[in-house]
């Protein structure tokens, strides 16, 4: 699995030039990132190279896609579930600096989103999701096992070994840990087999503190796996081989194992 801080920056956004651009990306106390209309671009150097790239979410309904998609892209964070209606999606930009290239780079992330009885009813909405996309984000929550016991045919339905697609794991609603069904066993498991990372999402803002890593972090992971994977399509390196799981073992887990 590809080592968090190999590709681009880990530290960039501590130093004095990352705190100055992302300081233009976020609000002023920090909890969530501004906003930009279609036209518009955040105020940074026109010299930054910009990529762009578009991003499946899937998921079972009810496991937070569109609350990761808000928090994500700086919109508000629905109090209440409503299935998506048809495809809704959401840009965000976040700047990193690539390590092989020494330079940093504006990437542009568009997320689509989707409801699982929109794509049930309407046989061009998934099409239209999967055309061209560049990553999938799978999601399962914390406190449903069947949503995780779910990410495999997730994967193998929307993904093959012979693709292209970047794909990252978001483990959501990590703030209910009384109620947790996934522990962290599962988790780590998971990632070695499959060799793909599992990001950790609280779905809330909390308004008593300013702190924005677990953003900085999601994104960070999301945008390093791009990258590795355009890499990948250029020949730079070579494209990791998943660990393939010979056998299932069912076992008892104590309460201090969950996340």
């Not at 968090?4 to 501590?14: D, F, K, R, V």
């Not at 799978?138 to 016991?149: A, E, M, Q, V, Y």
């Not at 779910?150 to 009384?178: F, G, M, W, Y």
């Not at 953003?215 to 020949?235: F, K, M, P, S, Y």
Request: glycine share 4%.
């Amino acid at each position: 699995m590809l080592t968090a801080g190999s590709l681009i920056s880990s530290e960039w956004p501590s130093t004095a030039e990352g705190r100055d651009m992302l300081s233009c990306l976020f609000t002023r106390n920090k909890q969530r990132l501004r906003t930009f209309g279609l036209l518009e671009r955040p105020p940074l150097s026109a010299h930054i190279e910009e990529a762009r790239y578009k991003i499946l979410l899937s998921g079972k309904t009810g496991v937070g896609k569109t609350c990761t998609v808000a928090k994500l892209t700086g919109h508000d964070i629905p109090k209440t579930h409503t299935e998506t209606a048809g495809i809704q999606t959401s840009t965000c930009y976040w700047p990193v600096k690539v390590q092989d290239l020494n330079k940093v780079m504006l990437f542009r992330l568009q997320f689509w989103d989707t409801g699982d009885a929109a794509c049930k009813k309407f046989d061009h909405i998934m099409p239209a999701c999967t055309d061209r996309v560049d990553a999938v984000l799978f999601l399962f929550s914390l406190i449903d096992k069947s949503s995780f016991d779910e990410l495999h045919q997730q994967i193998s339905r929307l993904t093959s070994p012979n693709d292209n697609i970047a794909r990252v794991v978001v483990a959501t609603k990590c703030d209910q840990h009384a109620h947790a069904e996934v522990t962290q066993r599962d988790i780590r498991d998971f990632e070695k087999t499959w060799n793909i990372p599992v990001l950790k999402m609280k779905n809330t803002v909390d308004s008593t503190q300013s702190d924005s890593s677990d953003i900085v972090h999601a994104l960070n992971t999301i945008c390093e796996h791009l990258w590795q994977r355009d890499l990948i399509l250029a020949g730079k390196i070579p494209k990791p081989v998943p660990e393939q799981r010979t056998d299932t073992v069912k076992k008892t887990f104590t309460s201090d194992e969950y996340v």
